[in-house]
């Protein structure tokens, strides 16, 4: 979020959970992805939770009014490309998610999927004498390579700033382990929006050195 999709606008956008989120930062949720897992499988069946940042965390996307996040086209743009990731993905299911204006965080599952492994959604397969770059087919790492790319083409083209960095390099991620951190995860999701003041990402508090 099938049989060969052709473009974004043939299809419904996919279902948006725009709603509230917030909770103090705790570094067991935001892991860094740089920091992997030793010998985890990115491609297990399995819950995460990331958080996707704009480029020098500047904030591309909208504003907060009135405990609402107000998107604006660029915000706009982002939210289509992350719903698309199920329309052509569809080892992928997307469950909670909110466009901020300066970052994403979103639940993902990475399911088995019965397509062969090769080129995977919008990432194509780097050469295999490339190990430096590889991501392996149908991971979370390539779902979020393939998300940040499109996103950036389809911004880029509307402000007419060709290549032009949309998003900070890495993404922080969270192993979701049990039903009690899923929903715990959920709601901070659905209240980020209305506790944008407490948000480790809020700009202003980034300016005032806050942790």
Sequence with gaps: MKAGPKRLQDYPRAHSHRKKLQMNYNPQIHQRRSVRLPGFDYTHPVAYFVTVCA??????????????????????????????????????????????????????????????????GRAPLLPSGNALLFRQARSLGSLIAGFKSAATKRINQSRHTPGQPVWQRNYYEHVIRGETDLNRIRQYIRDNPAKSTEDIYNPARISRGEP
């Excluded at 504003?63 to 289509?80: D, F, I, M, S």
């Excluded at 965080?105 to 062969?116: A, F, K």
């Design 55 to 120: 480029y020098r965390r500047e904030c591309l996307f909208g504003k907060v009014a009135g405990g609402n996040v107000v998107l604006n086209h660029l915000g706009r743009l982002a939210h289509e490309e992350w719903a698309y990731t199920k329309i052509i993905r569809p080892e992928v299911q997307l469950d909670e998610f909110v466009i901020m204006p300066n970052h994403i965080h979103g639940i993902i599952t990475m399911q088995r999927s019965s397509r062969s492994v090769g080129a995977h």
